[in-house]
């Protein structure tokens, strides 16, 4: 277990850590604890939930030890809402596109291809924030999965 302000790695069971003399918390505890048995520490299991967008964030919301850690849970409805978006968005690009004059519709197209690579550079970043185990809300998505989880 790692301390939550020196990180320095603490003797399991202790009270205080050795370097610093900060008290062990009972969450932190918990964390090292659920890390142990699943395999996957929350950081890990955070950045994962956006690999696979909707898909991996229903199974970090179903799979047993990953459903009660808040941070998982932040990650993964952050991670449905984002590609709930993100699908509803290409929806009406589909529904205008076929009703645009040949160059607006040559537009749209590359219009359309830019904001998927940012769409996709935005998964990554947030894949990264929460590898560093950041809690990074996006502007209206983040609030609604924040209050979710």
Same mark, same amino acid.
């Given at each position: 277990m790692l301390c939550d302000k020196c990180g320095v790695e603490m003797v399991p069971g202790s009270a205080f850590c050795?370097?610093? !003399?900060?008290?062990?918390? %009972?969450v932190a505890e918990a964390k090292s604890t659920a890390a142990a048995v699943s395999g996957l520490s929350p950081n890990v299991a955070g950045a994962l939930c956006y690999l696979a967008g909707a898909i991996t964030g229903i199974l970090f919301l179903i799979l047993e030890p990953y459903r009660r850690d808040r941070f998982v849970r932040f990650h993964a409805l952050q991670s449905i809402f984002f590609n709930i978006g993100w699908i !509803? %968005?290409?929806l009406v690009q589909a529904m205008v596109q076929p009703f645009l004059p040949w160059t607006m519709w040559r537009l749209m197209t590359s219009i359309s291809s830019l904001v998927s690579l940012a769409l996709l550079c935005g998964v990554v970043w947030l894949m990264y924030r929460a590898y560093n185990n950041?809690?990074?809300?996006l502007p209206v998505i983040g609030d609604i999965a924040e209050n979710r989880a």
């Open positions: 050795a370097s610093c !003399g900060r008290p062990v918390s %009972l !509803g %968005l290409y950041e809690r990074f809300k």
